[in-house]
């Protein structure tokens, strides 16, 4: 059967090259419900794709040594919510978009129908002109895009993994003819790239950028006299 994200207005165009990153080059995927889950397909006319999250910053404090803060502790992260809006299809409604047997597809309308989490998939992809003004590290990006340059192209690969929809909402009202579809999805991990593994012997970053730390790790930072 042929579904709305084979038709004309899921045509892929070109995209400018810029040093800004733009929303044209943002590429999702997830697997639709009518592939039997057996490959990732780009997600088409999606509005809004809006990836947040947060967690709890404790401030130290100590008695007797006045209103000045010892160390701030980092509290546990709470999982990414990621915010979508997206045009609702007759044949390929948000929930068949990731996965789940609904609409034309099969009987599930309602959150509580969901069974299994699902993953998704972001390519950022790189503009040329951001590929030809430096040379990018290899072990953090992707070339496996689906580009009109394909043989050149690199992205930005972010997993987000088994993610569960948190809410849902659609609107059906009669001075707008256009309805979209407004889902939440709650993510149990995210990762660069499928099968990496984080330890705390990772270099992230930031080991000596604070005058608290230098000398740490062959930190270079003085504070200024």
């Known amino acids: 059967m042929a579904r709305d994200r084979d038709s004309y207005i899921h045509r892929i165009g070109m995209s400018p090259n810029t040093q800004s ?9 997830a697997a639709p419900a009518d592939t039997g889950n057996a ?20 401030p130290i404090r100590g008695i007797g040594y006045g209103d000045q803060v010892a160390e701030l502790i980092p509290g546990l992260t709470e999982p990414m919510s990621i915010s979508v809006t997206r045009a609702a299809q007759y044949l390929s409604l948000v929930f068949q978009a990731f996965g789940y047997k609904g609409g034309v597809d099969g009987f599930v309308r309602s959150l509580k129908h969901h069974r299994w989490p699902f993953d998704i998939r972001q390519e950022l992809v790189f503009s040329e002109l951001a590929m030809a003004s430096d040379t990018l590290p290899t072990d953090t990006l992707s070339t496996n895009v689906s580009d009109e340059h394909a043989e050149t192209a690199q992205a930005l690969i972010t997993i987000y993994e ?25 993510v149990s991990d995210i990762l660069a790239n499928a099968g990496v593994d984080y ?27």
């Open 21 to 29: 990153v733009i929303s044209s080059k943002n590429r999702i995927y």
């Open 39 to 58: 490959s990732l397909k780009q997600i088409g006319v999606i509005a809004t794709f809006d990836p947040s999250e947060t967690r709890t910053i404790d």
């Open 199 to 225: 330890s705390d012997n990772d270099d992230t970053g930031n080991t000596s950028t604070s005058i608290r730390f230098a000398g740490i790790n062959g930190g270079q930072i003085v504070p200024n006299q």
């Open 162 to 186: 088994a993610c569960w929809f948190s809410d849902y909402g659609t609107s059906f009202a009669s001075d707008t003819a256009l309805v979209q579809e407004n889902v939440t999805l709650m």
